[in-house]
């Protein structure tokens, strides 16, 4: 599929869902693509890109913010402690913010560096050991922590497991969001995103379908 094919999708997805068009922003995910489809994409005229490594991210966008102007860039990967003040200079939002340990960094940089980008918290909804994320019954706590240090959260991502019905899992972010009176859900993939449309999802992080398959790093 092209980029102008998925927002054909996204629209028709919001019209379905009885939302209103650009509800649902779509975030090329443009992580260990070729620098030349990434720029198809930029020449097209998208903005809002993701990348889930902060050290590639640093590779390639501080030269691509000089030539292309106005762009987005979010992490929607995990982040070590260490690489939060690089991940403060890059990006414009974090999506995978998932550990009380994070919170703190992030407070304390917002302190030193004067911004802190906008904010939203992994939820780990398939309670699945291997991945990050709060645990569904940890979440308003942690939600509460967090606002409690001044962060900017504006909402709840997850990743559902690949095996599951993503749908359960859309749901109960939802939930938790509107319980917290959280308005941002990024949630929906390549497969399913349409999906997540219509439960919701203000933020979905498509890759693939836009780029082609991943180049698989050796
Ligand atoms: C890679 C990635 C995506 C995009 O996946 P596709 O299936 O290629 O659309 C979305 N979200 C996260 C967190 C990712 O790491």
């Known amino acids: 599929m092209s980029l102008s094919e998925i927002q054909d999708s996204v629209r028709k997805a919001e019209a379905n869902a009885h939302r209103p068009s650009g509800s649902a922003r779509l975030i090329a995910v ?4 070729p620098i030349d489809r990434v720029e198809a994409v930029l020449d097209a005229g998208h903005r809002l890109f993701g990348e889930n490594r902060v050290q590639e991210a640093a590779g390639k966008w501080p030269e691509l913010k000089e030539r292309f102007e106005g762009v987005q860039l979010h992490l929607i990967g995990p982040l070590q402690s260490n690489k939060a003040r690089q991940a403060f200079e890059l990006f414009d939002a974090i999506h995978s ?21 906008d904010l939203l918290i992994q939820v780990n909804t398939g309670e699945e050991p ?9 979440a308003d706590a942690f939600i509460k922590e967090a606002r409690g240090m001044d962060l900017p ?41 349409e999906k997540a449309i219509s439960f919701g999802a203000t933020y979905i992080r498509v890759g693939s379908a836009i780029f082609g398959q991943r180049v698989p790093t050796p």
Do not use: W, Y
Not at 30 to 33: E, G, I, N, R
Not at 130 to 137: D, F, V
Not at 166 to 175: D, G, V
């Open 30 to 33: 443009s992580k260990v693509q």
């Open 97 to 117: 913010l998932d550990r009380g340990k994070l919170a703190k960094t992030f407070a304390r940089l917002s302190q030193e560096v004067g911004h802190c980008p």
């Open 130 to 138: 291997q991945k990050a994320g709060i645990l569904p019954s940890d």
């Open 153 to 193: 959260i504006k909402g709840l991502m997850c990743i559902p497991p690949v095996e599951e019905e993503a749908s359960l899992h859309f749901a109960l972010l939802a939930k938790i969001a509107e319980r917290n009176g959280l308005s941002e859900l990024s949630m929906g993939m390549s497969a399913d995103f």
